[in-house]
């Protein structure tokens, strides 16, 4: 199926999904997502986000209302460092030595704090750099892998995988900017130990886990690449972050086979029912455009997608693939698992970051996941058909954004 065709069959209403950030903004979340409140500072990163990638946040708000979302922002900032992730646990003239631990700054909502901020034009006067960087620091385990808050006698608590050592990378890489000495900002942080937790988190098939010895996913693969890519230990990328000696740390192995495994991550099975994969629920009436359930898993070869590099594998091949299986493709996750809408950016995002993908390549065979079904009443975009919308644009926002 060509790239025009699959393009005049979608359309995006971008109005519809402008309105349905809007009311997220300025008015109370749907329901099925009050029950996230001590993840506030998330949600509001992506509605911020979301509505700028659709061109409408500069547009649809206020100077006044975007100002009061800094300050709110602001108001979230630790006494120690960092940023909360709301304000539930701000217990303001009663916080004591007894009582300090049950009000963290949180590495994500710290994270998410500072896109937000930059998302909104803000200059960063007020965000107190060098307590974030100490109190990054205070996070890393020995292994050089990054936990979530400090707790009680000052233990690292929460998760220590390759979410958080992307969020810690990116924490860094935004707040250090302004400091003096190249050296002194490198101290609060060891990056090489960073770096090797990274690398040891690769599987044997080439994607990367969440921590060594663990299962391959396209999340985790693009937390790792995009950890190295800030780190500046990459061979190329496309931002032209580069190791300050001007030596990688990683291997052309290694990013060959990350790229190997994450082109393979193509899939057109998009439903799963209690007898296994199924991609319509009646086969003998099947849905204009939708592969047919004998076709229900079959992954798609890496050169649909992407023109091999002359310094890349060249032994990823072309497969032959019909029309009807690009009518509807998408990306998983996993081995022999379904599509997921979120794939579409964490597998696009870390081939992208990877240098080697113009991201328009992709968009096409995806174009009936993003809009056809996904952006039906309501509107806002679904991981799969029938689910309601998700709060993270980066799924469709962001593939959208990235192909103009």
Request: charged share 20%; aromatic share 8%; glycine share 8%.
């Amino acid at each position: 199926m060509s790239s025009t065709t699959a393009s005049e069959t979608c359309i995006f209403n971008a109005e519809r999904h402008v309105k349905y950030w809007l009311r997220c903004l300025k008015t109370y979340l749907p329901t099925g997502y009050t029950s996230n409140d001590s993840n506030r500072m998330m949600i509001a990163c992506f509605i911020l986000s979301a509505l700028d990638l659709l061109g409408a946040l500069q547009e649809r708000t206020t100077f006044t209302e975007r100002q009061d979302f800094v300050n709110w922002i602001y108001h979230c900032q630790h006494p120690d460092g960092g940023f909360r992730a709301f304000t539930g646990t701000d217990v303001g003239s009663l916080r004591n030595s007894k009582n300090e631990h049950w009000d963290p700054a949180n590495l994500a909502g710290t994270y998410f704090a500072l896109a937000a901020l930059v998302v909104l034009e803000d200059d960063l006067e007020r965000v107190e750099r060098k307590k974030c960087l100490e109190w990054l620091a205070k996070l890393q385990h020995k292994d050089g892998s990054l936990g979530e808050f400090l707790g009680q006698g000052g233990s690292i608590e929460g998760g220590r995988d390759l979410r958080y050592c992307l969020l810690a990378a990116q924490v860094r890489w935004i707040i250090r900017a302004d400091l003096d000495d190249e050296a002194k900002a490198a101290s609060y942080f060891d990056v090489d130990k960073l770096t090797d937790f990274v690398k040891s988190s690769q599987t044997y098939d080439g994607g990367m886990a969440k921590a060594p010895y663990h299962e391959a996913h396209a999340g985790w693969n693009y937390c790792g690449i995009g950890t190295l890519s800030l780190l500046g230990k990459l061979p190329a990328t496309r931002n032209g972050l580069q190791n300050p000696e001007g030596r990688s740390t990683v291997s052309q192995k290694f990013m060959q086979d990350s790229i190997h495994w994450l082109a393979s991550r193509q899939t057109s099975t998009i439903v799963e029912d209690e007898d296994g994969y199924q991609i319509t629920e009646d086969p003998s009436s099947p849905s204009e455009g939708y592969p047919q359930p004998d076709q229900s898993f079959r992954v798609l070869g890496a050169s649909i997608v992407l023109s091999i590099p002359a310094t890349q594998d060249q032994s990823l091949q072309p497969l032959e693939v019909s029309a009807e299986e690009l009518q509807c493709a998408g990306f998983n996750g996993r081995c022999n698992k379904v599509a997921d809408t979120c794939y579409s950016f964490w597998v696009g995002g870390a081939l992208g970051v990877n240098a080697v993908l113009p991201i328009r390549h992709i968009v096409p065979p995806i174009l009936l996941i993003l809009s056809d079904p996904p952006q039906s009443p309501p509107p806002g975009l679904q991981r799969q058909p029938a689910l309601p919308p998700r709060k993270n644009p980066a799924p469709g926002g962001g593939l959208w954004e990235a192909t103009g």
